[in-house]
């Protein structure tokens, strides 16, 4: 197993090679080394996690993330509680929980999708281009489910060390099975809709291993392991019937619930089945080791190798690739498929891997409160149900201090209740000091909802404002985040959404087809449909602004003129592929998202705009249908007065013969035809 030693199960030794059976699987010398390579570094990114670091308060990451993960889910656990001190309080309280959960809500108001910008060969901005990026970017975060994976970054930021994400695209296969006219079955392999597509999966801490704790940023990282198990069935649709030697499949020798280990010393490096203790008989594991410096990536499933066979080293590139210019000439350069981000730095210097978690933050007074709770409760109890001293003869200790206890004594011994003192309001005064704690350090009980009577409107600001503090350092790490993730996606759709395929029904004849993407979205307040057609027509053809603005009429008649709501883009790939994008998020928009003062401050502009010593200098309508668009639920163009766009388009095209003014159906300064073939060339 990769990264274990096998031991007996008696002794703990370790076993020798006698003891285990030789695997049928035995590649060639060179995928051996590259499996004892992988494994060494497995066992040193594994080491790395259970060594404990200062930055943990001493112990190691995987305990500080489990620490971390029992304070959020007010774990109590099950222990073993004598008979006589079973009376005694087990509970916590839910403040830190209660807290955390205040931020990811606000935080989900906050929910961005990546803001895209494009940059042209002659390094000129190029919106239409950015435009329909960002169209085909939200089309592949909303079918990876983005929505609901955006609300457990933030609570895996907000409990864990790190938020690790993966963004990959899989293509699976499924067996399917029809019946033919004549009876028989027609067995095929079909693409699997439901695994296949853009992957956006949360890393648990444990399943992703990088090679350094003190390098940040994660794409200079020596290399990173990936670990995980997945149903046995998940890996025959994703790696069958992929990797051949000598017409073998490989995929052949992935036996469920078992991997191989490699046993160092051996002379003849001779691979062992060993069975896989953490998974049972439906799961195999996967572990994928990611050398980004030499462009390597070895993928092994259930310790077989799913790769290329020759050339190990050099013909297992990264399938995560970025186009990138260096000089004159676009390189496919390998990037991790991964993105990180956390709740609060824990080194001034930003050179620690991870973070502090808003769990990490709350551990202690969370500590302190919930052992002055338990203090307070047991308290009470034994202050409602006295326990009776009793001075005598007999033997009195902590077996029989209980509340209503009562012990039988001789004849004439003197018996007292137990009186409690101040100790109560001691308590009460302790917990109430750490809530006002927590609540400095992360968010007051007025941000999550619950404002305390007698809360003055100065108090209820003064919250807001701390709220918005420690929000906006955490708003900075979700900004880097969303912008990580934007990279990554157009990586992939660069990579796998624009690729035609062979038409060859013409006889005599081999073009390519056209790669059609149909996305439904929102274009200020509008449902929309795009049609986004990447043509290979335009490849290598120049053309003029009279030609130009000849297609994006003919395109606008095409999706159905002023009438529709269909927008048609033909798209050049070559030159969509070789644009230089960037995202770029203001944090400062999410934590004005996150406590509803975008809406505030929206209201305020159009009241600026509106004010009658501005209005003079402002297009009247082009701000009532912001205010429309803003405001309106449903179609906003419901709302709009309606006018004859013909007579008025007739008459700006009169002005400007190719176009220059607008286009059909273009709101003031717009012209949405243009931007349906400003990317051909």
Not at 513 to 520: E, G, M, S
């Amino acid at each position: 197993m990769i990264g274990q030693s096998v031991t007996d199960s008696k002794t703990g030794n370790p076993l020798d090679a006698k003891s285990l059976s030789k695997s049928a699987y035995q590649p060639n010398q060179e995928v051996i080394s590259l499996f004892a390579r992988c494994q060494d570094d497995y066992q040193r990114a594994w080491r790395l996690q259970h060594r404990p670091f200062d930055e943990f308060d001493g112990i190691s990451l995987l305990d500080r993330a489990k620490l971390d993960q029992e304070t959020f889910g007010a774990f109590v656990g099950a222990q073993f509680v004598p008979q006589h001190k079973k009376w005694m309080w087990r509970g916590r309280k839910n403040t830190a929980r209660n807290k955390l959960i205040g931020i990811l809500a606000h935080m989900l108001s906050g929910m961005l999708y990546p803001l895209v910008h494009a940059q042209n060969e002659q390094n000129e901005e190029d919106k239409v281009t950015a435009k329909v990026m960002r169209i085909i970017v939200e089309n592949h975060l909303r079918s990876a489910g983005y929505e609901l994976k955006f609300l457990y970054m933030i609570l895996s930021a907000l409990v864990n060390p790190a938020v690790l994400v993966k963004v990959d695209y899989v293509i699976a296969y499924q067996t399917i099975k029809q019946r033919l006219e004549n009876g028989s079955i027609d067995i095929k392999q079909a693409v699997d809709t439901f695994l296949s597509g853009l992957l956006l999966q949360i890393k648990p801490i444990d399943q992703l291993l990088v090679a350094d704790f003190f390098t940040y940023d994660i794409q200079t990282q020596p290399y990173i392991v990936e670990i995980e198990r997945i149903p046995y069935d998940t890996a025959r649709k994703i790696y069958a019937k992929t990797y051949y030697v000598e017409d073998k499949d490989q995929f052949d020798y992935v036996e469920a619930g078992k991997t191989r280990v490699f046993l160092a010393g051996q002379e003849h490096l001779t691979l062992y089945d060993i069975k896989w203790t953490e998974a049972d008989r439906n799961y195999v594991q996967v572990i994928k080791v990611f050398y980004r410096d030499e462009d390597l990536e070895a993928t092994w499933v259930g310790g077989v190798f799913m790769g290329n066979y020759e050339n190990v080293y050099n013909s297992n590139p990264f399938k995560h690739r970025r186009l990138s210019l260096i000089g004159n000439e676009w390189v496919s350069v390998p990037i991790y498929p991964f993105a990180k981000a956390f709740f609060e730095p824990i080194d001034p210097a930003g050179r620690f891997f991870y973070g502090k978690s808003g769990s990490f933050k709350e551990y202690w007074d969370d500590q302190t409160q919930n052992k002055m709770h338990q203090l307070l409760i047991d308290g009470t109890y034994l202050d409602v149900f006295k326990p009776m001293f009793i001075s005598g003869l007999a033997r009195v200790d902590s077996t029989v201090i209980a509340p209503g206890a009562v012990i039988g004594m001789p004849v004439g011994a003197q018996a007292s209740q137990y009186a409690l003192g101040p100790n109560l309001p001691a308590a009460i005064n302790a917990m109430n000091k750490q809530e006002a704690d927590m609540s400095n350090s992360t968010q007051d009980k007025i941000m999550q909802g619950s404002p305390t009577p007698g809360i003055t409107a100065t108090q209820s600001i003064q919250a807001q404002n701390q709220a918005r503090i420690f929000l906006g350092v955490f708003g900075a790490f979700v900004a880097d985040l969303i912008r990580q993730v934007g990279e990554l996606v157009v990586d992939c759709t660069v990579q796998h959404s624009m690729q035609s395929e062979v038409d060859a029904s013409i006889p005599g004849e081999l073009r390519m087809k056209d790669k059609i993407l149909l996305v439904k979205n929102k274009e200020r307040g509008k449902d929309m449909t795009n049609r986004i057609v990447f043509t290979d027509k335009f490849m290598g053809r120049e053309m003029n602004q009279e030609q130009r603005d000849d297609y994006e009429w003919k395109l606008w008649k095409e999706a159905g003129g002023s009438k529709t709501d269909q927008v048609i883009y033909h798209v050049n790939p070559y030159k969509f592929a070789r644009t230089k994008y960037s995202f770029y998020i203001d944090p400062e928009q999410i934590t004005s998202a996150a406590y509803g003062n975008n809406r505030m401050q929206k209201l305020a502009n159009f009241q600026i705009l509106t004010d009658p010593r501005i209005v003079p200098y402002t297009d009247p309508k082009a701000v009532a249908d912001e205010v429309i668009e803003e405001f309106s639920t449903g179609d906003p163009d419901r709302f709009k007065a309606k006018a004859n766009v013909n007579d008025l388009m007739s008459a700006i095209m009169n002005k400007n013969p190719l176009g220059g003014g607008g286009a059909p159906g273009a709101a003031q300064g717009q012209n949405p035809s243009k931007e349906m073939v400003s990317t051909m060339q």
